[in-house]
């Protein structure tokens, strides 16, 4: 079986569309009509996660973050990124990120935590308006400048033609007035269609309810050890019991106006600086326990989506631990 056939699969359940702007989910390297030898799974392709591939003969990494965010000028290996990518390269390994597109589907990063954390009437926390895809034909020496016009607006896919490249910009229907207007500025014409199938299915962080209530400190203990965290850092409890949770996989920051305005009694997330602690305000109870934390079983969501499909290749998760943050204790 070739690496595509299982890309196309994953890609059915968390659309690369999916993902935020600033993201690079997707194949980012390697070379997706060869025949899968095996896969390895793991949150960050990291060196050794390379070299753990290599060892168990497996020609694909799939991980939760992408290994390359932003445009790389020079691989000479001066850090780890280069040294990740030409590892990869030198060894006919390909790896594959799967990250905000996973974090906003309904059966994604935020559901795992979610039934790890035994929540009931989970729905998403703060929903994607609907999402437009609007394709224009532009000539090859106007794409790079219309793409850098376009960025940081929607995510963008090339298609490179003959003559002519077909650029598709998918964007939230708020905004794409923006990209209609920029089309309109460089005299291109171009055609719109929706592509979000259900309202409410696609978006950031989850909220759901425990069977029933109980103390601020038993909640927040049971998060700790159900979460294997090594430390929650928290704000204020409010003596009060917990009954609704908002939950959001990495850095949830953005959504605690949703969990407030939802009425969450807590927000598990990750990522907290000292003065967004204050944002609490008496409202809720924030509580940060780590970004890997949040996210490690997203390892185990992979394996789980892989397996229910197919059993015809080696699958193996990390043996490594790849959150870079230690606790003293
Ligand atoms: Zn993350």
Do not use: W
């Not at 194949?27 to 990291?46: A, Q």
């Not at 016009?149 to 929607?154: F, K, V």
């Not at 998060?223 to 917990?242: D, G, I």
């Not at 939802?262 to 940060?288: L, N, P, S, W």
């Amino acid at each position: 079986m070739k690496i595509k056939e299982l890309l196309t699969y994953l890609e059915s359940i968390a659309p690369a569309n999916y993902q935020e702007s600033y993201d690079n989910s997707g194949l980012i390297v390697g070379d997706k009509n060869k025949e899968l030898s095996g896969v390895l799974l793991c949150l960050d392709s990291t060196e050794a996660i390379i070299e753990e591939a290599i060892e168990k003969k497996c020609n694909l990494v799939i991980a939760h973050h992408p290994i390359v965010f932003r445009g790389l000028k020079r691989f000479n290996g001066k850090n780890y990124v280069e040294r990740v990518v030409m590892k990869a390269i030198k060894n006919d390994v390909a790896i594959y990120a799967c990250h905000t597109n996973l974090d906003n589907v309904r059966n994604g990063v935020n559901a795992k935590i979610a039934s790890k954390l035994g929540l009931i009437n989970t729905r998403i926390l703060s929903p994607k308006s609907i999402l437009i895809q609007i394709t224009t034909q532009v000539e090859h020496s106007k794409s790079i400048k219309l793409q850098e016009a376009l960025q940081g607006i929607g995510r963008i896919n090339v298609l490179e033609g003959k003559e002519e490249s077909q650029l598709r910009i998918v964007v939230e229907n708020g905004r794409s007035h923006e990209v209609k207007n920029i089309l309109k500025k460089e005299g291109l014409s171009f055609f719109t269609n929706e592509i979000k199938e259900k309202a409410g299915e696609i978006g950031s962080g989850m909220i759901g309810e425990l069977r029933e209530a109980i103390p601020e400190i038993d909640f927040l203990k049971q998060v700790k050890e159900k979460m294997q965290a090594s430390c929650v850092r928290h704000t204020a409890l409010l003596n009060r019991p917990v009954k609704k949770v908002a939950i959001c996989g990495g850095a949830g920051g953005f959504l605690l106006g949703a969990a407030i305005g939802k009425g969450a009694d807590v927000f598990v997330t990750a990522d907290y600086k000292y003065h967004e602690f204050f944002d609490a305000d008496g409202k809720i109870v924030i509580a940060d326990i780590g970004h890997y934390e949040t996210e490690h079983y997203t390892i185990e969501l992979f394996s789980e989506l892989i397996r229910q499909k197919f059993t015809n290749f080696a699958l193996y998760c990390t043996e490594h631990n790849t959150n870079p943050v230690r606790y003293l204790f």
